[in-house]
């Protein structure tokens, strides 16, 4: 699904009621006698170094979340790509059987999401090493021996996206550097609840806005940790697998011509949510890849 102009407000609403209780904490505090100590140019470096160690560290992790964002668009090129040339394969030399390819390369997409759903499993792994057999159909043929390297070179190029794809999601960020920051905020968000700006609305003005700042860095760097996510876990702020779903639609659609773009995106839309309630359906991932690849390589 495409990002919406606005994004996702969940981030921001979690993050505004957690900066009102903040602000309400500080007020309560307040009206009990603590004012707290005049600002100083210590309290205000220390401020100041927490804003820069933060923003340094967002920007350092963005890196990571681009190359997330490439690995769906290199695997859906991939499958693409095998797709077009067994198609053209065939059409001159009768093989390979174009039905089993088609099952195949959609267990791909399917076996992704299951294993972006279990957290641990690697079954679109084995469902990448499963296109081989169509390649092997290919060997006992007049098929010119560089037609099929390029396409085990596109098989490998499916392998490396993927290992990307399972080193990102199941990778930490430094988690020495995630205790440090945490520790850093909380007592920042500490030193300002006891901090009196120069009169009650300053005071409650200044945590509100600086406590809204670092909660909110925080939340995007656990987002930015853990990219990809299914169904109702889904943000706008995850990596979509939408160019999955149109690779799906390409291969349901073969034989019929080609699909203008608005056909295309709204019957992506459909697999998405014949992918979802399929995933509802089943507790187990591996199982719902299987069910939803029968249904969806079956479907014209």
């Known amino acids: 699904m495409p990002r919406t102009m606005f994004g996702n407000l969940r981030l921001v609403g979690q993050t505004v009621l957690l900066v009102a209780i903040l602000v309400a904490l500080r007020a309560v505090l307040w009206e009990l006698g603590v004012e707290g100590m005049s600002p100083t140019a210590v309290s205000a470096g220390i401020i100041t170094s927490g804003i820069f160690v933060v923003g340094l560290l967002v920007a350092g992790t963005l890196s990571d979340y681009k190359d997330a964002e490439r690995a769906p668009s290199d695997l859906a090129a991939g499958l693409h790509t095998i797709l077009r040339e067994c198609e053209a394969v065939h059409a001159v030399w009768g093989k390979p059987e174009l039905p089993s390819l088609r099952r195949r390369l959609v267990a791909v997409v399917t ?27 290919l060997d006992d043929t007049d098929v010119p021996p560089n037609t099929i390297a ?137 199982k719902s890849a299987e069910t939803a690849t029968t249904e969806l390589a079956d479907q014209k």
Request: net charge negative.
């Open 111 to 137: 076996t992704l999401r299951a294993d972006i759903d279990a957290g641990d499993s690697r079954t679109c792994q084995a469902a990448i090493e499963e296109v081989s057999e169509t390649f092997l159909e």
């Open 150 to 286: 390029r396409l085990r070179t596109e098989q490998a190029g499916l392998r490396k996206a993927l290992l990307r794809v399972y080193q990102l999601q199941r990778e930490d960020f430094l988690p020495s550097a995630w205790a440090m920051i945490v520790a850093i905020v909380v007592f920042i968000l500490a030193l300002l609840m006891f901090t009196n700006f120069d009169g009650l609305a300053e005071s409650l003005a200044t945590i509100g806005f600086l406590s809204f700042f670092f909660i909110s860095l925080l939340r995007l760097l656990s987002i930015i940790s853990t990219p990809f996510k299914l169904g109702a876990e889904w943000t706008e702020d995850d990596v979509s697998l939408f160019l999955l779903n149109e690779f799906v639609v390409q291969v349901q659609a073969t034989g019929e011509g080609e699909m203008v773009v608005a056909d295309i995106e709204s019957h992506a839309e459909d697999v998405e949510e014949k992918l979802v309630e399929v995933e509802s359906r089943q507790d187990d991932p591996a």
